[in-house]
């Protein structure tokens, strides 16, 4: 059974930084496109950052020049440094792994992490 495990979230003052990381299991990790999306209480989820197996990037606009997502193969895990925090980064923050296939899509989740910004 795949698993997708975050940790490194919790409670930060603004202007603060965490890491996030993600830990992928029993996936050939190394071909999936790896994201981290986050939902805020009423909100609809966001992507906030992805990197391809070919390890180009993405970034949500609201965290370009903050956050940096970066990947380890050998270690299967994906992690999302995330610095100068505000408030409206609050959120739980899930682990997304996602094959795209001509004919198919397969996708898995994370359980997600909790960050709360605030002083």
């Known amino acids: 059974q795949v698993q997708l495990v975050e940790s490194g979230g919790g409670l930060v003052q603004p202007g603060g930084s965490l890491k996030l990381s993600c830990a992928a299991s029993?996936?050939?990790?190394?071909?999936?496109?790896m994201g981290w999306y986050r939902q805020a209480p009423g909100k609809q989820r966001e992507l906030v950052a992805r990197?391809?197996?070919?390890?180009?990037?993405n970034y949500a606009d609201s965290v370009k020049g903050r956050f940096t997502i970066s990947r380890d193969n050998v270690k299967k895990t994906v992690y999302l440094q995330m610095n100068s925090l505000k408030p409206e980064d609050t959120a739980v923050y899930y682990c997304?792994?996602?094959?795209?296939?001509?004919?198919?899509?397969?996708?898995?989740w994370g359980q997600g992490t909790q960050v709360t910004v605030s002083s």
């Open positions: 990197i391809q197996s070919g390890r180009s990037t």
């Open positions: 997304n792994a996602k094959k795209e296939r001509q004919d198919s899509v397969t996708d898995y």
């Open positions: 029993k996936i050939l990790f190394s071909i999936y496109t």
